[in-house]
Structures are given as C-alpha cells and as structure tokens.
C-alpha cells in the first residue's frame, strides 16, 4: 500500500490561530486524488487518534478543484504557551507521511 508521502507532491501544516492547526495534503494529480480521498486512514477518527485529538472536533474538508485535504485541528497547548513546541505549527504535518492508504 502506498504511504501518504508518495502520492502527495506536498503535505505542509500551519497555524490556524492560537488554537488549531491546519494540514493541508496536496495529492500529485487528480487521479491519486480520487484513489486516496476516502482512505480509512484518512477519516477524521484516524487524524484524531494519530494526534490524541478529540473526534469531534477534527474537522475535514476536501477541495475537488485543486485535489487538495485540509485537516484542521485542535492545538494540544495554546500557541506560545510555556509547553510550546512548534510555535508555527510547521512541523506537525510530520506523523502523516507514513501512513498507509488503500
């Protein structure tokens, strides 16, 4: 099965305020696209499982025009808190390369 990293051109992850994070998952065409969308790996329940996030408030929406997944979710500790780890959220999108889709 092929993982997350080769069928996307880009996957990057970024601030969406003080309390969420956004990933964004550019598929290489239209086709990986369409293969990979409904990927069990990529449900909601499985982003908020691979991030220790609540179900209910991992939100997903898929963007046919450009073949793109955007994921957002809730930041485990407000951004620029003392616990603070990646204050631009950049490195968050990492635990998703390696996951595999049908």
Request: proline share 8%; hydrophobic share 45%; glycine share 6%.
């Amino acid at each position: 099965m092929p993982k997350l990293a080769e069928v996307c051109r880009y996957v990057r992850s970024k601030n969406a305020g003080p309390f969420w994070l956004t990933i964004d998952l550019f598929f290489q065409d239209r086709e990986a696209y369409q293969r990979h969308r409904a990927a069990p790996a990529l449900e909601t329940v499985a982003v908020a499982a691979l991030y220790g996030a609540d179900p209910a408030l991992v939100r997903r929406f898929e963007v046919d025009d450009l073949c793109v997944i955007k994921l957002s979710i809730p930041r485990p500790t407000p951004q620029g808190g003392v616990v603070e780890r990646d204050m631009h959220g950049g490195q968050q999108y990492a635990p998703l390369l390696a996951l595999e889709l049908e």
